[in-house]
């Protein structure tokens, strides 16, 4: 049975940095790309970055380009979102999911918080 588990969001001062994780149990890390979503209040869920199965290629949605990095580690199972310059805009909660996503894969995600 696979679980992904975010962690690492938070309440952060516009112009901060977070770093999220996902961890991914079972064997299929490293079968797919994976990315990261989010989800703000009263509004659907986005894509915001994702990385391929050999981590040597990259997207990003236009709204995160230049600010936030997603990055992944084989050995741990895990895909990270390093966050900077962090915006009210960013406020959501963030899920992580294979690309494309995978309805079994969604985990509770993480609230992410950006206020002065």
């Known amino acids: 049975q696979v679980q992904v588990v975010e962690s690492g969001g938070g309440l952060v001062q516009p112009g901060g940095s977070l770093r999220l994780s996902c961890e991914v149990s079972?064997?299929?890390?490293?079968?797919?790309?994976w990315g990261w979503y989010r989800q703000a209040p009263g509004k659907q869920r986005e894509f915001v970055a994702s990385i391929s199965r050999s981590g040597s290629s990259r997207n990003y949605a236009d709204s995160v380009q230049g600010r936030f990095l997603i990055s992944r580690d084989t050995g741990k199972s895990t895909v990270y979102l390093q966050m900077n310059w962090l915006k009210p805009e960013d406020t959501a909660v963030y899920y992580c999911?294979?690309?494309?996503?995978?309805?079994?894969?969604w985990g509770q995600g993480t609230q992410v918080t950006v206020s002065s």
């Open positions: 999911n294979a690309v494309p996503a995978d309805p079994g894969y």
């Open positions: 079972g064997s299929i890390f490293s079968r797919y790309a």
